[in-house]
């Protein structure tokens, strides 16, 4: 049985210690936002975060996430108010298919955490994740808009 | 009613045969954007129905790929019914529904850049006919006539007496009414919501994590399956040794197929590992050792086959090219290409008692419905598909091979409703890819540089010869010679000829389909005629143009967004194209430099775009960025290998799919819809990137690109 904290919940799970995280939040706990798209951590589609740290799912086993707090889109939310960056990619119209989009938003959150202001160079380094829809150009856009967006009020 | 039924039902069939179209029915994914609602309602017609608060539930009947027409589409039906936009609610068609009404919804296919130019006409009708069912009910009540009564955002309006109603107050007697024979529908110049840009009605569900996707349903009791087919096309199971796993933890049940072999299990990780460790005999049949070069080499035999079928011969070719003062000769290749949709093919079934249940991702509903029919041995009537959001589909999903396998499966575990989920590499290696196409052309230019004569000899993969072998007239696939056949250049003698050269590779629909790699070749070689005419590109096209309005405005609106002819940046250069597909018509720009190394900086990329009109302008500029991303990948990196029959390529990591770091941060779409017609919007701008690109790095480097990828060209992106 692995315990860990799923969108600030206690989950558990009686699953194999190599089981990938992705699979245990998708078939055994029902949380279907982080995607399977490769299962080789190259396209990014089940990026969640592990104790705030963006990972690729598919290849972190259940065994890693023990103990750990686990964060996927559906917990971004906050008291019903979605994140900046969701804001954001709605204002700037970012998904096509939107299968991708769970672990781009993801990746995008970890990001701006990090680095509150990142370049163009920046966001060129984080955001590795595929997009087979192209949106990469609204991805940019809404990333430096809602940098912006979280700045702290001026005093 | 039996016999008042056949008709359409021999229509339905149709249609499922038809691949490359339609979609989508009302299904139960739980938080699902078009999950079917209870709420009462009334139904004005089978696309409107009005509830009592005022909300407008439109319903939708193609498939949200990606390309919004899961927005756009309403948008038409709610710019007659002059509804509130903001309380619009999309709900998705079932095919029982469908079978049922006698296809009210018409096509559900998705394919083709057709969803809007196919049912702008009736969608629009839809929503007029219910205005005007609206309007009458609303005279009724107040006892005036009709004439007195406008409808303006979701309320009718007595202009004499101020009276308002609300739809919602007036929908239900409305319904009952007799729909009018006639409507009259607007003036493009009276349009109130098409052609201004609405945020698509699916994206708040796409950025909150919502199960949307096929991948995503979820039943009670359910099994998961995965898959292993025979990694040669054409191959045969010969034995597997399921007795190694039997007892494995999660086992349900080992399913073997005529050419693969599925483990059920209770989830899909532990059904994929077991997979994996299952001892499997194939038999690869005849195909067993063929390559990428045996393929190219058979495909290639079309160029030199002494006698193949002509599609058009106009004046005398060789007369013309005896007399011609300068000839010149090239030959061109484009690879087999994989779709790579971010979603893997799935597709969930349950099979009980006689009926069938269906929850796909799919682009043609229909032929989903009659897939799944066929394959459990029950009647149409017995089936129902309900449809989900498609995590890119590309032309893959109107093929129903998972559907068939799917179903199969779940009728070996019968009462267990099973996911089948390809993986990655299935997906990789057992596509419909997009065909390998050989072109050689052979033109005459007189001593002024004019073009007086052209050959075509086209020798490529057939996909007609797949799904509508009917359609081939003569050996002639005119589908396969689109751009070609078709080509809008004046040109006084012109010859054209196909070789049909089908090899064990499926192939199939891929965005743009043959309008991906023939206009690579077509204005590639037109490029070469200007450069040997001494003519510079764009003048050259123009002239050849003068009888083709549409396109040679798309030609001019990229020129001039791009500043042709204006100087450059040291070191850049510009390639130019045009090309029509899909009932629009598109025109391509490039700017790029590439140094000594073969490093490529594409600078600028300027994409003009006539389809006529534009319903979204938001999402049609997002369709441009996606042509751009798409068609690059396949530009740029685009190629899937053979060795001993089968494909080479497994995953991401090599077959490569541009990321944001190499996206262009420069593209511009041109919009530029000239009216009077209806033209797609998914897959035209697609058209002209490969030769823009291709003739821009001739310009910066004096190579010419006959082949693709570029990565096997000594380019490479930086």
Known sequence: MIEFTVNGRKRSADVEPEMPLLWVLRDVLDVKGPKYGCGIAQCGACTVHLNGEPVRSCSV??????????????????????????????????????????????????????????????????????CRCGTYARIRTAIHAAAQSMKPAKA | ????????????????????????????????????????????????????DDTVIIRYARAEMGQGSSTGLPMLVAEELECDWRKVRIEFVSTSEQLRRNRAWGSMATGGSRSIRDSQEYLRRAGA????????????????????????????????????????????????????????????RDWNLIGKSANRLDIPDKVTGKPLFGIDVQLPGMAYAAIAQCPVFRGRLRSVADERILGARGLIKVVKLEDAVAVVADNWWRANRMLKTLPIEWDAGPDGGASTASIREFVRFGLEDTSVPVARDEGDVEAAFAAAAKVIEAEYYAPFLNHAPLEPMNCTALVEGGRVEVWAPTQNAEATHATAAATAGVPLENVDVRLTHLGGGFGRRGFQDYTRQAVAIAKAVEGTPVKLLWSREEDMQHDYYRPMTLMRFKAGLDAAGNLTAWRIRDASHSILAGVRPQDIKEGVDRHALGGIVDLPYGVPNLRIEFAMRNSHVPVGFMRTVFHSQNPFMRECFVDEMAHAAGKDPYEFRRALLQAKPKDLGVLDAAAKASGWGSPLAAGAHRGIAVQDSHGSYAAAVFEVSVSGAGELDIRRVVVAVDPGHVVNPDSAEAQVQSCVAYGLTSVLWGEITLSQGRVEQSNFHDYRIMRLAEMPKNIEAVLVPSGGFWGGMGETPLAPLAPALCNAIFAATGKRIRSLPLSNQGLRLV
């Open chain 1, 61 to 130: 086993p259940a065994s890693a996430a023990a103990g750990q707090n686990v964060l996927t889109i559906e917990g971004l939310a906050q008291r019903g108010r979605m994140h900046p960056v969701q804001k954001a990619w709605i204002d700037h119209q970012v998904p096509q298919c939107g299968y991708c989009q769970s672990g781009q938003i993801m990746a995008a959150v970890a990001l701006l955490k990090k680095n509150p202001n990142p370049s163009d160079r920046d966001i060129d380094a984080a955001m590795t994740n595929l």
């Open chain 2, 1 to 52: 009613m039996k016999t008042a039924f056949t008709p359409s039902r021999r229509k339905f069939l149709q249609q499922s045969a038809a691949i490359g179209g339609g979609l989508t029915f009302g299904f139960h994914v739980p938080e699902a954007l078009a999950q079917r609602s209870d709420a009462p309602g009334a139904e004005m017609n089978a696309w409107v129905v009005i509830r009592p």
């Open chain 2, 129 to 188: 006919t219910a205005r005007e069912m609206l309007l009458a009910a609303a005279a009724q009540r107040w006892k005036v006539p009709g004439s007195e009564c406008d409808a303006e955002n979701g309320v009718i309006i007595h202009r004499p007496s101020r009276r308002r109603l609300r739809f919602g107050q007036v929908a239900q007697g409305a319904s009952k009414l007799e729909p009018p024979g006639e409507v009259k529908l607007k003036d493009p």
